[in-house]
């Protein structure tokens, strides 16, 4: 069974999201996908208990395309309520001193429109920059697109501590907190988890497995050339924390974990991110239908005190990367800001 969360009353979600990131166009450096077989994977997904979907307005064509896997639903046994599309509000970096009333509910009714939904069940807000003005005032559009029945939640993406909690203070009701978490990337450990357990806003995590680098088939491997933009930025972490001859002993070590479960390394980290107090789900790219099966062996087992120990105190032997989470993405001249698309939606 597919473990399941309440995000908010009368609203839950499964703990494993099917995050659609990597099905965005330009996020594969090398290969096409088969989208004929990502459907047949959201259908798979459906049927097991996967019934959470994770895009956004700028993941482009990705809204568009879970409008269609809506349409098919209702030609199924499956009614498309039964299923929950989490999405974005992310204003392009240079419209941020323009953005209005006005401009975010045109936003809001594109993003109904593709993904032909009557409301959003979850509008994850993010602000490139904090220096220009607007982002509480933003905030609060969305709250009265809620108001207006638009929007069923309104949650954030990629802050950090002090401007989260500006919103918090302005009363903005607040469902959840997504945020980039994994075994290489402990940034929300320094005060971001603590302060959202307080305020009872649970962290949905991305990145969880690093863009397919926790997995059996890196062990005794030499660096990559990576080829998706996911793996760019998370081998960008794993050098700047474990280093590859650090990772290649945590590999072992995960790999020992998962033979004791009769399970694989990607299961593990998985489970040890949603093991952490105050995470509520975690987010797991879906790029075909090969991993399905896969996926639900998450929930098959529980790891024990000793595991979770023997993984925590490995990873307090390296650094946890510098600053907030997502500060590192948004410096200007850092390696992290450059991978970065910040207009996606100027078109």
């Known amino acids: 069974m597919v473990e399941r969360f309440e995000l908010a009353k009368d609203y839950t979600i499964s703990r494993v999201i099917n995050g659609c990131w990597q099905l965005s166009q330009g996020h594969s450096l090398k290969t096409e996908l088969d989208m004929k077989d990502v459907m047949r994977a959201f259908h798979m997904l459906v049927e097991k208990g996967f019934?959470?979907?994770?895009?956004?307005?700028?993941y482009t064509g990705v809204e568009e395309f879970l409008g269609k896997f809506v349409n098919e639903l209702k030609c199924s046994?499956?009614?498309?309520?039964?299923?929950?599309?989490?999405?974005?509000?992310?204003?392009?970096?240079?419209?941020?001193?323009?953005?209005?009333?006005?401009?975010?509910?045109?936003?809001?009714?594109?993003?109904?429109?593709?993904l032909n939904r009557d409301v959003l069940d979850l509008v994850q807000f993010h602000w490139w920059d904090y220096s220009v003005p607007g982002c509480l005032e933003t905030a609060g559009y969305l709250q009265r697109l809620k108001e207006k029945g638009k929007i069923r939640n309104i949650a954030v993406t990629n802050f950090d501590t002090k401007h989260f909690a500006e919103i918090v203070d302005a009363g903005i009701q607040i469902a959840s907190f997504q945020t980039q978490y994994s075994v290489f990337d402990r940034r929300p450990e320094k005060s971001l988890l603590?302060?959202?357990?307080?305020?009872?806003?649970?962290?949905?995590?991305?990145?969880?497995?690093?863009?397919?680098?926790?997995a059996e088939k890196w062990i005794g491997?030499?660096?990559?050339?990576?080829?998706?933009?996911?793996?760019?930025?998370?081998?960008?972490?794993?050098?700047?924390?474990?280093?590859?001859?650090?990772?290649?002993?945590?590999?072992?070590?995960?790999?020992?974990?998962?033979?004791?479960y009769s399970v694989k390394i990607a299961h593990i980290a998985a489970k040890y991110i949603l093991s952490q107090e105050g995470v509520g789900a975690a987010i797991v790219g879906i790029r075909n239908s090969r991993h399905v099966e896969s996926n639900a062996q998450i929930f098959d087992f529980e790891l024990e005190d000793t595991d979770?120990?023997?993984?925590?105190?490995?990873?307090e032997n390296y650094k946890i990367l510098d600053g907030e989470p997502f500060e590192l993405e948004r410096t200007v001249g850092s390696k992290y800001r450059d991978?970065?698309?910040?207009?996606?939606n100027e078109k």
């Not at 929950?84 to 109904?112: A, F, G």
């Not at 979770?308 to 990873?315: C, D, T």
Request: glycine share 4%.
């Open 77 to 114: 046994s499956i009614s498309p309520d039964k299923i929950q599309i989490h999405t974005k509000y992310v204003p392009d970096i240079n419209l941020l001193s323009e953005v209005d009333e006005e401009y975010t509910e045109k936003i809001i009714d594109r993003s109904l429109k593709r």
């Open 308 to 315: 979770i120990e023997e993984i925590r105190s490995f990873l």
């Open 51 to 58: 019934t959470t979907f994770d895009c956004a307005d700028i």
């Open 194 to 214: 603590e302060y959202c357990k307080s305020k009872s806003v649970p962290l949905l995590c991305y990145g969880t497995l690093s863009g397919g680098f926790l």
């Open 221 to 260: 491997q030499t660096p990559p050339q990576p080829d998706t933009r996911s793996q760019v930025k998370y081998f960008q972490v794993l050098e700047d924390t474990m280093g590859w001859n650090g990772y290649q002993e945590f590999l072992l070590l995960l790999d020992k974990i998962a033979k004791k």
């Open 339 to 344: 991978i970065m698309k910040m207009n996606l």
